[in-house]
């Protein structure tokens, strides 16, 4: 039954809020992808529950419904209309499309939900090609946490005053960021701070697995899947060796591969590639594997407090997926494509990310050192020697307060600057 939503009045503001707004009116239909729990109809409802009806797919009889008579369907619920959990009946996209093709000139009239991004998204090109606008969304930024939606990055012109992050304590507490890679960016973990996050990550998987993982692909042995998650989650920031992975869990490594599938297509890990940028033979070409929140991460790996996720072995790994995370979901909630690489060459230059700006990259080292002194810009030096001018001006993102000038264009920047 198609329903109007009201507004949310603990509601945390989103990037992305000015670009679906814009995509709405230019095209008849938007997709909103991201994993469960990102606050995909939280923002539907926000921006448009007074002039769109609403149907969630995932209840068995409203599937059945749409799957048997689409035509009288979309006749029961017409636009303009938002439609959750899409994936749930992709053979509804046809006739979604033939409704448009009614109205071909007026925008907003679909706006898709759906938990999956790869396997929706491929749906959704075949069968929208041309009328879709498709956008993601993911946890929060801690730029939406900290209500500066729309703060630049470091590396970009501030747009206004009212836009930077607010200034933080002088004197803030240590332990702070990494609470806060505990807890990870998931709206509801943020809307109630006093909630277990142990315990709400715990159910966020058992859902995931039941209603994401078995109905995207036919996995008979759930246990050997949550091992894989578990195994990958250890390894996470690491060079991605599927042969050694499947290996050690006694399966084939095609398998392995299809679950990594299942993972990516779920936004639950993002693969980050080399630098396709051509210098030479010497630059590794094996991909690198990163969980798309770090509270998930820390959950899976049995990380429950501060100081033990920062002095143990994955303090890096954590630091290193935390600005990859904030990275991401800044560029996407700009309804951009996260262009963000490593580069690995034989030579001695290894850089954790660089970040396509303006024609060049920018280039960041993560380093668990709170300490900045000029010897951590080595690296950023090594890669400004190997690639020019298409190198910009470099950061060494660290864990501490201190924004300090390096030399050589790089500068010395604490995580919560980013």
């Keep these: 039954m198609a329903m109007e939503l009201p507004r949310d009045d603990s509601y945390i503001k989103r990037s992305l809020e000015p670009v679906l707004r814009a995509a709405a009116g230019e095209f008849p239909a938007v997709t909103l992808c991201g994993p469960r729990q990102a606050g995909k109809t939280t923002l539907l409802r926000q921006l448009f529950g007074h002039t769109h009806r609403y149907v ?43 409704a448009i093709d009614a109205r071909p000139t007026e925008g907003g009239q679909y706006l898709l939900a759906g938990s999956r991004d790869l396997a929706l998204g491929a749906t959704v090109a075949q069968a929208l090609a041309g009328r879709a606008a498709a956008l993601l969304l993911l946890p929060l930024a801690r730029r939406e946490a900290r209500a500066a939606p729309q703060a630049p990055l470091p590396w970009e012109r501030p747009v206004a005053a009212a836009d930077s992050l607010p200034t933080e304590s002088a004197t803030p507490n240590r332990w702070d960021l990494w609470h806060g890679i505990l807890r990870g960016g998931y709206p509801e973990l943020a809307a109630g701070p006093g909630r277990s996050h142990a315990r709400w990550h715990e159910a966020y998987l058992q859902t995931y697995f039941e ?32 042969t050694d992975l499947a290996r050690d869990l006694g399966t084939a490594p095609n398998t392995v591969r299809g679950w990594i599938a299942v993972l990516e297509a779920t936004c639950q890990v993002r693969i980050v590639r080399p630098w396709p940028g051509d210098v030479g033979r010497r630059l590794v070409r094996t991909p690198k594997l990163y969980f798309t929140d770090t509270g998930l991460l820390c959950h899976l790996v049995g990380l429950r407090d501060p100081e033990h996720a920062a002095a143990g072995p994955l303090g890096g790994a954590l630091l290193r997926t935390a600005v990859l ?70 950061y060494v993102v660290h864990p501490g307060i201190e924004r300090l000038a390096l030399g050589d264009g790089i500068t010395a920047l604490p995580l919560e600057e980013l």
Excluded: M
């Design 56 to 98: 969630s797919l995932e209840p068995p009889d409203v599937r059945a419904a749409a799957e048997t008579d689409p035509r009288g369907f979309l006749a029961r619920h017409p636009a303009p209309l938002i439609l959750d959990e899409i994936q749930h009946a992709p053979g509804l996209l046809p006739f979604i499309k033939e």
């Design 211 to 242: 209603r994401d993982v078995r109905s995207l692909r036919a996995i008979g042995d759930l246990t050997l899947f949550y091992a894989c998650l578990r195994a990958l989650a250890a390894r996470g920031g690491q060079l991605l060796n599927v």
């Design 325 to 394: 995370s904030e990275l991401t979901r800044t560029l996407a909630h700009r309804g951009r494509d996260p262009a963000v690489w490593f580069l690995r060459a034989s030579g001695g230059a290894e850089v954790d990310f660089l970040v396509e700006h303006e024609g060049g990259v920018v280039p960041l080292e993560v380093t668990l050192c709170a300490t900045p002194r000029p010897a951590l810009g080595d690296a950023l030096r090594r890669l400004r020697a190997l690639l020019g001018e298409r190198c910009l001006p470099g």
